[in-house]
Nanobody
Framework: QVQLVESGGGLVQAGGSLRLSCAAS????????VGWYRQAPGKQRDLVAN???????NYADSVKGRFTISRVNSKNTVYLQMNSLKPEEQAGYYC?????????WGRGTQVTVSS
């Protein structure tokens, strides 16, 4: 029914930039709250950034000033622009969408940061 597909992950050097995309289908996207999470091996899946249906954003302290979350409702897509990437931010990045009573996850996209 609801599908979330992440893209844009890959290999980047420390200090480099990457833009992730989360494309949604099968839901009322404009009413949704969407977050980007990351999970490194052996660690919890933590919130990186969130954007609500009104465009309000919040960020983990560790990424403030470097990451930007945005949405283009006409494309049913949320983006995460990541600048000045650090090696410790290598992880799987996952899109989470909340709308109504539903909560949905994408399968993730891998970000590898080389030093």
């Amino acid at each position: 029914q609801v599908q979330l597909v992440e893209s844009g992950g890959g290999l980047v050097q420390a200090g480099g930039s990457l833009r992730l995309s989360c494309a949604a289908s099968g839901t009322s996207f404009r009413l949704s709250n969407v977050g980007w999470y990351r999970q490194a091996p052996g660690k919890q899946r933590d919130l990186v950034a969130n954007i609500d249906s009104s465009g309000n954003t919040n960020y983990a302290d560790s990424v403030k000033g470097r990451f930007t979350i945005s949405r283009v409702n006409s494309k049913n897509t949320v983006y995460l622009q990541m600048n000045s990437l650090k090696p410790e931010e290598q992880a799987g990045y996952y899109c989470n969408l909340k709308v109504g009573v539903g909560k949905y996850w994408g399968r993730g996209t891998q970000v590898t940061v080389s030093s």
